[in-house]
């Protein structure tokens, strides 16, 4: 049981370009979502997802896109890559929106060159 | 803003001692849950405790809940080397479903 993965691990982007961080998880949780954090913070809410095709926004959605086609993938798209974007990238699934606690994924550090 | 915030944010014991960590929000929730961060790692859910309730134990974790104040408190007992790590509270409200919020944490270290 693999729980939830994130790929990839590690990332370095220019400037303007664009990427997909992947997470997939396989508990079949309805609930998904992304997180990103800073150095020495909290977690702080960019999307998340009560089901297939739901998707709705949270503290700081601006640059990030996200879609959920299936129950499993839950895919984050950075439109065009700033510096401030540098961060720690979590995905987390949940029964129950998150009333029953997250599992996390382990991660996708980014670097915004 | 930030529904749960912990306190303190640093906190450095000797391996035995007991460790408390504080988590304050400011609306009502149906519940709190408490997670571990190792360096560089995801969040590992450790406990969760209802508004209803008033104390919880898993191992040598202790969580209590005060709604009339508004906190809550994580007691790790006998610490180890091992629970070296952050700790972060998060609050859930069913009527905000899908928008948890995350404290800053509290780092923990607990010296050999």
């Known amino acids: ?78 439109l065009s890559a700033a510096p401030s974007q540098t961060s720690v990238y979590f995905c987390a699934s949940s029964y129950l929106t998150g009333g029953g606690g997250y599992t996390f994924g382990s991660g996708t550090r980014l670097t915004v060159v | ?22 988590c304050s929000y400011k609306t009502s929730i149906n519940n709190l849950q408490w997670y571990r961060q190792n360096s560089g790692r995801g969040l590992v859910h450790l406990i969760l405790i209802r508004s209803n309730e008033r104390e919880k134990h898993s191992g040598r974790l202790r969580v209590t809940l005060d709604t009339s104040k508004k906190s809550s408190s994580l007691l790790i007992t006998a610490s180890r080397a ?6 972060f509270c998060a609050t859930f409200v069913f009527t905000n479903a899908g928008k948890s919020t995350f404290g800053d944490g509290t780092t923990l270290t607990v010296k050999p």
């Open chain 1, 1 to 78: 049981n693999a729980g939830v993965t994130q790929t990839p691990k590690f990332q370095v982007l220019k400037t303007g370009q664009s990427m997909t961080l992947q997470c997939a998880q396989d508990m079949n949780h309805e609930y998904m979502s992304w997180y990103r954090q800073d150095p020495g913070m909290g977690l702080r809410l960019i999307h998340y997802s009560v089901g297939a095709g739901i998707t709705d926004q949270g503290e700081v959605p601006n640059g990030y896109n996200v879609s959920r086609s299936t129950t499993e993938d839950f895919p984050l798209r950075l």
């Open chain 2, 1 to 22: 803003s930030q529904q749960g915030e912990e306190d303190p944010q640093a906190l450095s014991i000797q391996e035995g001692e007991n460790a408390t960590m504080n």
């Open chain 2, 82 to 87: 091992a629970d070296t790590a952050s700790y």
